[in-house]
């Protein structure tokens, strides 16, 4: 069974920061591209960020380059988010994302329907 578990959202202030936590597990972790699509009320899904560490392959958001930092930890099969000077602009639901790396038609997750795997999701709310 595909599983993939969020952790970390929650309330944070204006220039504040918050980590979150993907565990992945059902399918090979290497093969895929693993991070975060969010929506925001009233707006489309977006991909944030994806890595796939086997292919060095690493995707941000416009929006996102230069705050936050995605990284993985193979061992444990889990891929972190660091989010730094957060806006309530990034206020959203995360989901925590998985996208097969081949055949793909673009950057990883650049596109929605190209994601193979969705988490729960995870609330994220700045105040400002």
């Known amino acids: 069974e595909v599983q993939l578990v969020e952790s970390g959202g929650g309330l944070v202030q204006a220039g504040g920061s918050l980590r979150l936590s993907c565990s992945a597990s059902g399918f090979d972790f290497d093969d895929y591209a693993i991070g975060w699509f969010r929506q925001a009320p009233g707006k489309a899904r977006e991909g944030v960020s994806c890595i796939n560490s086997r292919d060095s392959l690493i995707y941000y958001a416009d929006s996102v380059k230069g705050r936050f930092t995605i990284s993985s930890d193979n061992a444990k099969k889990t891929v972190y988010l660091q989010m730094s000077g957060l806006t309530d602009e990034d206020t959203a639901v995360y989901y925590c994302?998985?996208?097969?790396?081949?055949?793909?038609?673009?950057?990883?997750?650049?596109?929605?329907?190209?994601?193979?795997?969705w988490g729960q999701g995870t609330q994220i709310t700045v105040s400002s």
């Open positions: 994302v998985a996208q097969s790396v081949y055949p793909r038609s673009g950057p990883i997750c650049s596109r929605l329907r190209e994601i193979d795997y």
